[in-house]
């Protein structure tokens, strides 16, 4: 109690973004890079300049970097990974065998400093642990310059070059990047092609690359005439420097990554919302891109939605960029594969946007929760396409009264199958693929969508908005979404947090009988066979067509829900129903024979396992 006590007080007294609670601080990191790419080597010379500030009140003896390219190695992590799953990942399984001292990924520390002291290191695999010269004061800052060389694999997994629909480089997870330290410690993950987690920061980059690459970014052009290829505004004279190479300049503040790409074939449009924020398209023009010249109004339609449902974006600037193997997420830009239909385009889109809210201004630990983003960012581009297939933007598509149906189909048979995993589990230890993509995506997804049953719709949207704005820029972990969930409905939601996410316990409730006690009453039993605890509404048809709400409250929340369907039927609430009593019974002041039917959750919000028992219906004789 007396944490919750402190979190309810921290989340109110401190409400900007770039302040930090006093046990939640953050640390904060500038990079300023210099690259100088050869387009011939496929190999990068880098200088960063690392600012670091220690807000912790900890005295920091070692730091460390994650080297993603050094993933792109036979026998690295990655490999192994994909070796030891009994489902492998498509896009990875055989190209690791392709590797060869040309084509394999890798950075090499040339030099790394400490306020100009040398200092210590040591690579294993994708991680450099650096010992210090002197240690980091709490509250204090630090230089920590360093050069390297760095050699850009074949594409096989998001980084990468010449991918499979023929983009030169696909510039993500590429630079010695800081790991995070924070109130539980460092994170030094080694990468496996999972999520990531990274360190607030203002990010200076100067790109210098061969002149017939057009360079993309998720950043703030800084010299848009001296690089021409439509970063210029209308009217602006060109001073393109002499010789064969151009340096992009970017500026990204605020951010916790940084991701370019470059082709030779990008073609540049841009779009302004009427809020200012500047959209930028990077693609290949050709006859399987043609969704492209359709794609940028609907997106600027999609995210006026999604400010208004989930929370302001809080930049001017968005990059969709043809790329990588899929869609991945970075801020201030996507990289996406671009030979798509439209709707197909427009959903990967919709996705990859939507983390910039729940990864890339919240910035959960995705690593240790992956579903707080993919599962959020899942619910959140499932009501977007929707409204958009309401808006009639997308061929064939129709709005769904429930589009969330086929997704508890999708929890339900990888749990069937024997395969789902708990939800706290580490996104890299997962034993399948199948129980992290079905956990991280869809059971994460499902976490709001049931939400909606449990606290009512609105708390849901409403809460949704509130844990943004408390806790962009600022790291939330799953304590401090449910705690602003519990705050919001006046409910008690420790139950759903326990079984929800640390567990793979299944609902199971069921109509055990339906009785005639009189001549005006009827009794319901109803029996908890699963071992998750829910409220319950159950919903009484009559013959007439009349309906009825029993809603049956769980003890374990220590109140009702408002709203929700209680606004659409006459509703009777009734005693709370303890979480270990196996029966429940209620009484209708009903006479047996006018009763149609009586359901348990007809909104089919409920991920009960087997709904085949929640429904009785009178027999016509």
Known sequence: MQSKFLLFFALFLVPFWAQAQPDRWQQHVDYQMDIDFDVRSHQFTGKQKLTYTNNSPDVLKKVYYHLFLN?????????????????????????????????EGFTQVKKLTLDGKPTQYRIEGTILEVTLPTPIQPHSSVVLEMEFLSQVPIQIRRNGRDNSEG????????Y??????????????????????????????????????????????QNPTEVGHGYEEPGQKLHLPKGDKYTYHFKAPNVHDFVWAADRDYVHKKLKRKDG????????EGPKTKAWAKFPAIIDQAISYMNAHFGQYQYKTYSFIQGGDGGMEYPLATLITGNRSLNSLVGVAVHEQLHSWYQMMLGSNETLHPWMDEGFTTYASTKTMNYLAGKGLLPGMKRQDDPFISHYSQYFQVHNAGLEEPLSTHSDHYLTNTAYWMGAYTKGELLLRQLEYVIGKENVAQGLLKYFDAWHGKHPNPDDFFRIMEKQSGLNLDWYQEYWVQTTHTIDYGLKDVQKVSRKKTKVILEKIGVMPMPLDVVVTYKNGDQELYYIPLRSMRGEKTGDVLSEYEVHIQKDWPFLQKEYEFVLPAKFKKIKSIEIDPSHRMADIKRDNNEYKKQKK
Request: hydrophobic share 40%.
């Open 176 to 221: 010695p990047k800081l790991a995070e330290y924070d109130y539980t410690g460092w994170h030094p993950d080694p990468y496996v092609a999972r999520e990531f987690y990274g360190v607030w920061g203002d990010f200076d980059v100067k790109i210098t690359i061969d002149k017939n690459y057009v360079v993309a970014a998720g950043g703030y052009i």
């Open 71 to 103: 993933a792109f190695q036979k026998g690295s992590l990655m490999d192994l990974h994909n070796q030891v799953v009994p489902d492998p990942d498509p896009r990875v399984v055989g190209k690791f065998d392709q590797l060869n001292a040309a084509n």
């Open 167 to 174: 983009i030169d480089y696909s510039m993500s997870q590429w």
């Open 277 to 284: 924020e500047v959209l930028h398209f990077f693609y290949q």
